[in-house]
C-alpha cells in the first residue's frame, strides 16, 4: 500500500467515527470532553454551530452517530452521545451573546423559504448573518414543522422547541404563519432571488383498499394527521382499544400517545419480524415499558365494523421467508385469520410526499417517486433558483438530516446568488494541535473509563402515562453526566507517526492495549489485513500505512479499536509518535470564502 | 496523566485453550525507560505463554537484581514470583523447583546479574540441568546502575560513556553449552517471530533452558558503535535457521519437504522445526554449535535463532533420584515413616 495520505481533511474525519457518521458532522468527542470540564455553554455552541438544535435533538435525534461510536465496538454500548448533547443545553448559560451578528445593512437579495421545519430554520440560520432577507411560510402559526406538529411532547417539551426555534426567528426571519402556499407562482412571482422548498413529506399512507376502510373511518386514523390533531388539541381522547398499525417511529409516537389519551389496551402489528421494525431499538424499549405489546408478523386483511362500529381487524398470521438473495417475503403461515378487537385503529404504514401546490407547468421536473430531480451535491433543482431540502428532497429522513440539507442549501443558494461555481464544494475547516503538555501529560484525560453506560433517569409512569404534556426522561444530572462524557475515547486526538525517527525498538507495539501497531513487510491492502498481528478484518476501518521505516518494513496501525489512549507515544523514546487533536469544521455558507 | 493501561484488549483477541485471556498473562505497568528491550522481551513471554496455555498460576518467575530482573512485575501477574538478591536467581530458582518440581520456572536476569556477581551460579545450575527458562536480558551493561559496561559487553564496544570496553567479553551461550546445558538460543528483543516460538520451546524442554537475548539498553548503550544498539543488531544478526515450534497437543498441519527440515522432538512430544538454510549445522552437536558460535564471532556476527538443543538430557531431579512426588507434598509419615522402617534398614547392615 501507499503511504496513507494524513493530509486529506478526510482521513482523521473519518477515525472520529461519531462525528463521520453525523450527518452534519458534529465534533462530539470536542463539546464532550467540554462536559467533563463543565464548560457547558462552550460545549453547546459547538452543537449549535452544527446542528442547530442541541436541545431538541439531544432528546429526540436518531442518532446515527451512536452505532458508529467506537466505544460500540469495545464495550458492548456506545457512549450516550445523544443524552450528552442535553446536558449541554440543560446546563448552559444565557448563550445570546454568543448568536452570530446579522447585519442591518441587507445585501440585497431576497429568498423565500417554503415550510418551517427544521431545514428551513437551519437555512435561514445560515444566511442570515450573510445579509439576506428571508421570508418563511408555514401553514402552521409558529415554525419547527413536524418536530412540532408530530414529535409528541412527552419526548419533546414545547419550551425547549420554542427556545431553539426563537434564536433563529429572532435573528430575523419574516415568518408568515398560518400561510399555506397554495401555488409555486403566487411565490416567485414576488420576486424572490431563491426559493427553497422543505414542505417535508406531509402525506400519511392509509390502507385505502382494505375491506371496511370506507365503512370504519370515523375509527380509523391516519397517524401522522392524529399526532397533529392532538398537538393542536382537536384531539383529546381516544377508545379503550387501540391497535397501530406499522412498525416505525410514527407507530410508536401514536402508541404511546394513545396511552395517554385514555387507550388502555394498546398494541402493535406489524406486517414483519420484528428485528425488521423501522423504529429505533430505544423507542421500541420506550413503548413495550409503557406496557404496549408489540405483534409481529400480522398483515392486516379487513376491518370488521359491526353495528356501525369497529369490532376489530382480522390479519392474516405469516412467516418471513428469504430467497437465495437473501431477499424476504411474507408466506402466510395457512393459519386461519386472527381477529384482534379494538375500538380505534392508528395507520403508521409510512409517509409520501406530495406537492399539489406546484404547478405541472412549473418547470420543476419530478422522478418517478414524485419527488423533485436534484443535484444530490447542491440540492439545486431543474429550476436553477429553486433548491429542495429535508424530506421533500429524498423523502421522510430525520431532522439531523433536514439539519444537514439546510447547511448544504445554504451553502449552494449562497454560492448561486453570488454567481460562483457551483461544480465545486467548499472543503472543511481543519486543524490539527498537539496535546502534549509535558512527560507523559496531554491536554485530554488519556485514561479510559471502564464504566458501561449509563442509564437516562425517567419519571414514573404513573405519572407521565396521565399527562401527555410531562417528559418522560429527566436528563442525566451534572455528576452522571460527566461520567457518561468520560466513557468518550477522543476519537479526535490523532497518533500521528513519523517514521524517520523510529528506530523499531517495538515498544509502541507491545504497550498498545488493542494490537493496533504493527511493523511489516509491505504489500497489498488485503494482504497487509490479514497479516496484522490481528488481523484487520473491519473493513470499514482504515489501515495507517506509513513510509519505509529503517529496515525497510512499514507501519501499519489498524484504526479499528484504538482507544486514544496515546500509550504508544508515552513510551516511544524517540518521539515518533504524537497526539495531535483534530478539528474538522464541515463546511457553511457563513465561512466558504473559497 | 497516565502510563496505566486501558483494561480493553481487541474484541477479536479469544481465549486460549485452557480458558486464560491475554490479559491473564499480563503483568503492571512498566517503569522502565521508554525503547528498552526489556519491555519487548516481558512481551514475548506474555503472548508465549499465552499461545502454550500454561495455566498463569503453574507458573514460578524468579529474577536477581538490575532492570531486567525487574521486569517479573510487567509480565504473569498472577504466577507466583520471588524478586531475589543480585546473582542469586539459579539459588532461589533451585530450592524453589526442589519444593515443587510440578511448576514452569522462569528465571529472569541481566546480563550484569548472570555474567559477573552471578557467573559461579549460572553455571552451576546448568551443570545440574534444573528444569527451568532461564533468560538473560543482555544489553551489554548495568542498565540499573547507570549503564557501566557488563562481562558480556564486547571488546572496543562504545556505549553512551564513550570509551570502548577494553575487556573480552563473556559470551554466554558458548558458556552455556560448555556446561552441558541441553537447550541454548538466542534472541533479539527486536524480533518477537524468533523470540516467541524459541520461548514456547523452552517451556516445553526439560531440564535448563538458556536464551540469551540481545536487548538494547535505550539509554546507556543504545550508541551506533555499541554491539547492543537496535541498529548494529539488527545489521550483525545471522539465524541459524527460521524457526517453527509445534507443541505436542497441535496436530501438525503444515507439510514440508523433508529435505528442508531439521525436526528435534522434546522431552513432551513437542517438535522443533528447523528450515534449513545454505550454513546449516546440526544443532543436536555440541561440537558444531560451539563452532558456529565462533565462526559468527570471528565475521563480527551474532547468531540467533536456536543454537543447540539436547531433547533427552536428565535433569536434576534424575539425575539425584528424587522422590517422584513433589517434596512439599510430603508429610510427616512419607518423612518419619516410623520405627519399624528404620529396624528394617538397620537390620540390612547387620
Ligand atoms: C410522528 C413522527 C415522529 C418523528 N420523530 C422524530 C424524531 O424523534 N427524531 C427525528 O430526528 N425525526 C423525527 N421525525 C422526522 C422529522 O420530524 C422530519 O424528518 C423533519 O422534521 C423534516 O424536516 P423538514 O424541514 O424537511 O420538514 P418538516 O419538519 O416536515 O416541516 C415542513 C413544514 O412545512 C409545512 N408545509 C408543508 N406544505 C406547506 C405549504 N404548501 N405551505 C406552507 N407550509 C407547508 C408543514 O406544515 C411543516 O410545518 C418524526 C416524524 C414523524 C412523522
Ligand atoms: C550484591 C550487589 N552488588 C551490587 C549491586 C548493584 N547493582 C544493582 S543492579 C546491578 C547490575 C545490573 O546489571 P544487569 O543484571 O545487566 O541488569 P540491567 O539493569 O542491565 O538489566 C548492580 C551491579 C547490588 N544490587 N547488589
Ligand atoms: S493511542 Fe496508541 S497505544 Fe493507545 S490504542 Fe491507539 S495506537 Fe494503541
Ligand atoms: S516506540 Fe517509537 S521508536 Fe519504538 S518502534 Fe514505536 S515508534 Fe518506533
Ligand atoms: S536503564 Fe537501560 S536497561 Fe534500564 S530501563 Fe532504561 S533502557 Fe532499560
Ligand atoms: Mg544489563
Known amino acids: ?594 | 496523566m497516565s502510563s496505566s493501561r486501558p483494561g480493553f484488549r481487541h474484541p477479536d483477541l479469544a481465549p486460549n485453550e485452557a480458558g486464560y485471556t491475554i490479559k491473564d498473562y499480563e503483568g503492571g505497568a512498566s517503569t522502565l525507560c521508554a525503547g528498552c528491550g526489556h519491555d519487548s522481551i516481558s512481551r514475548a513471554i506474555v503472548q508465549a505463554f499465552f499461545e502454550s496455555n500454561v495455566p498463569p498460576h503453574q507458573v514460578a518467575k524468579i529474577s536477581g537484581i538490575g532492570c531486567s530482573s525487574k521486569t517479573p512485575a510487567y509480565f504473569l501477574g498472577k504466577s507466583h514470583g520471588f524478586n531475589s538478591v543480585h546473582g542469586r536467581m539459579p539459588s532461589i530458582a533451585t530450592g524453589a523447583n526442589m519444593a515443587n518440581k510440578d511448576l514452569v520456572y522462569l528465571g529472569v536476569s541481566g546480563d550484569g546479574d548472570t555474567a559477573s556477581i552471578g557467573a559461579g551460579q549460572f553455571i552451576h545450575v546448568i551443570r545440574r540441568n534444573l528444569n527451568m527458562i532461564y533468560i538473560i536480558m543482555n544489553n551489554g551493561c548495568y542498565g540499573l546502575t547507570k549503564g557501566q559496561d557488563s562481562a558480556t559487553a564486547d571488546k572496543g564496544s562504545i556505549s553512551r560513556k564513550g570509551a570502548p570496553n577494553l575487556l573480552e567479553s563473556i559470551d554466554l551461550c558458548e558458556i552455556a553449552i560448555q556446561m552441558g546445558a541441553s537447550f541454548v538460543a538466542r534472541g533479539f528483543s527486536g524480533d518477537k517471530q524468533q523470540l516467541i516460538p524459541l520461548i514456547k520451546a523452552a517451556i516445553r524442554h526439560k531440564g535448563t533452558a538458556v536464551i540469551d537475548v540481545i536487548s538494547p539498553c535505550v539509554t546507556f548503550n543504545n550508541t551506533p558503535q555499541s554491539t547492543k544498539s537496535y541498529q548494529w543488531v539488527r545489521e550483525h544478526s545471522e539465524a541459524t535457521g527460521t524457526f517453527d515450534f509445534i507443541p505436542l497437543q497441535q496436530e501438525i498441519v503444515a507439510s514440508y519437504n523433508p529435505g528442508e527440515i531439521a525436526a528435534i522432538t522434546l522431552h513432551d512430544g513437542s517438535i522443533i522445526h528447523l528450515h534449513k538454510t545454505a550454513e546449516d549445522f546440526d544443532i543436536t552437536n555440541r561440537r558444531k554449535s560451539l563452532d558456529a558460535l565462533e565462526e559468527a564471532r570471528e565475521k563480527h556476527h551474532i547468531l540467533t535463532g536456536a543454537i543447540y538443543v539436547k531433547p533427552d538430557g536428565q535433569d536434576t531431579h534424575d539425575l539425584l533420584s528424587i522422590s517422584d512426588r513433589k517434596l512439599n507434598s510430603l508429610d510427616k509419615e512419607d518423612l518419619c515413616p516410623g520405627n519399624s522402617v528404620l529396624q528394617d534398614i538397620n537390620d540390612q547392615y547387620r
Open chain 1, 1 to 594: 500500500m501507499k503511504p496513507t495520505d494524513i493530509n486529506h481533511p478526510e482521513y482523521f474525519h473519518k477515525v472520529i467515527d461519531c462525528q463521520y457518521a453525523c450527518p452534519a458532522h458534529t465534533p462530539v468527542p470536542e463539546y464532550i470532553r467540554l462536559i467533563t470540564e463543565e464548560r457547558y455553554t462552550e460545549a453547546y455552541m459547538i452543537n449549535w454551530e452544527s446542528n442547530v438544535f442541541p436541545g431538541i435533538l439531544g432528546r429526540v435525534c436518531d442518532r446515527p452517530c451512536e452505532p458508529a461510536c467506537r466505544r460500540g465496538r469495545i464495550q458492548k454500548e456506545a457512549v450516550a452521545i445523544c443524552r450528552l448533547k442535553r446536558v449541554t443545553a440543560d446546563n448552559k448559560g444565557d448563550i445570546t451573546q454568543l448568536l452570530p451578528k446579522v447585519p442591518k445593512e441587507k445585501n440585497g437579495k431576497k429568498i423565500a423559504l417554503i415550510g418551517g421545519g427544521p431545514t428551513s430554520l437551519t437555512v435561514a440560520r445560515d444566511l442570515l448573518p450573510l445579509g439576506y432577507e428571508i421570508d418563511l411560510y408555514d401553514d402552521q402559526n409558529k415554525a419547527g414543522g413536524f418536530m412540532r406538529s408530530q414529535v409528541p411532547s412527552f419526548r419533546l417539551p414545547e419550551d425547549i422547541l420554542d427556545e431553539e426555534v426563537g434564536y433563529i426567528i429572532n435573528m430575523g426571519v419574516n415568518a408568515i404563519f398560518n400561510h399555506r402556499v397554495e401555488s409555486l407562482k403566487e411565490i416567485t412571482d414576488k420576486g424572490y432571488d431563491a426559493v427553497f422548498i422543505a414542505t417535508g413529506a406531509p402525506k400519511g399512507r392509509d390502507l385505502a383498499d382494505l375491506p371496511g376502510r370506507q365503512e370504519g373511518d370515523n375509527f380509523i386514523h391516519i397517524g401522522i394527521d392524529w399526532l397533529a390533531g392532538v398537538v393542536f388539541g382537536h384531539i383529546t381522547s381516544i377508545k379503550k382499544r387501540v391497535l397501530v398499525l406499522g412498525g416505525g417511529n410514527t407507530a410508536m409516537d401514536c402508541c404511546r400517545t394513545s396511552r395517554r389519551l385514555g387507550g388502555e389496551k394498546v398494541k402493535v402489528v406489524v406486517r414483519s419480524p420484528k428485528e425488521e421494525m423501522k423504529a429505533s431499538p430505544w423507542e421500541i424499549e420506550d413503548a413495550i415499558h409503557e406496557d404496549i405489546p408489540i405483534l409481529d408478523n400480522h398483515v392486516p386483511l379487513e376491518f370488521v365494523v359491526e353495528n356501525g362500529r369497529l369490532a376489530g381487524m382480522h390479519f392474516d398470521r405469516v412467516t418471513p421467508q428469504y430467497d437465495e438473495e437473501g431477499k424476504r417475503s411474507l408466506v402466510s403461515t395457512g393459519e386461519p385469520p386472527l381477529f384482534m378487537e379494538c375500538d380505534e385503529v392508528l395507520l403508521a404504514v409510512g409517509q409520501q410526499n406530495a406537492f399539489p401546490w406546484i404547478e405541472e407547468d412549473s418547470g420543476i421536473v419530478f422522478n418517478k417517486r414524485g419527488l423533485p430531480e436534484l443535484n444530490p451535491d447542491t440540492l439545486q433543482s431543474s429550476l436553477p433558483n429553486i433548491f429542495f431540502g429535508g424530506d421533500a428532497a429524498f423523502g421522510p429522513k430525520n431532522i439531523i438530516t433536514a439539519v444537514a440539507h439546510g447547511h448544504q442549501a445554504a451553502i449552494s443558494i449562497h454560492r448561486f446568488l453570488q454567481g460562483r461555481d457551483m461544480t465545486s464544494q467548499p472543503s472543511p475547516t481543519t486543524s490539527l494541535t498537539t496535546q502534549k503538555v509535558g512527560f507523559n501529560d496531554w491536554m485530554y484525560d488519556n485514561t479510559v473509563s471502564s464504566d458501561f453506560r449509563f442509564s437516562v433517569p425517567t419519571r414514573d409512569k404513573t405519572k407521565t402515562l396521565k399527562d401527555r404534556l410531562l417528559e418522560v426522561e429527566l436528563g442525566f444530572n451534572r455528576e452522571v453526566g460527566k461520567k457518561e462524557a468520560y466513557r468518550c475515547l477522543n476519537c479526535d486526538v490523532q497518533t500521528i507517526f513519523d517514521a524517520s525517527t523510529c528506530i523499531e525498538c517495538d515498544a509502541c507495539v507491545d504497550i498498545c492495549p488493542t494490537n493496533c501497531i504493527n511493523f511489516i513487510e509491505n504489500s497489498d491492502e488485503l494482504s497487509l489485513r490479514k497479516s496484522l498481528s490481528i488481523p484487520a478484518n473491519n473493513l470499514e476501518q482504515s489501515l495507517y500505512v506509513s513510509e519505509p521505516v529503517k529496515t525497510g518494513k512499514v507501519m501499519v496501525k489498524d484504526e479499528n479499536v484504538c482507544l486514544h489512549c496515546g500509550l504508544c507515544a508515552e513510551r516511544c523514546p524517540t518521539g515518533s509518535w504524537e497526539m495531535l487533536k483534530y478539528i474538522y469544521q464541515s463546511p457553511k455558507a457563513y465561512n466558504d470564502n473559497e
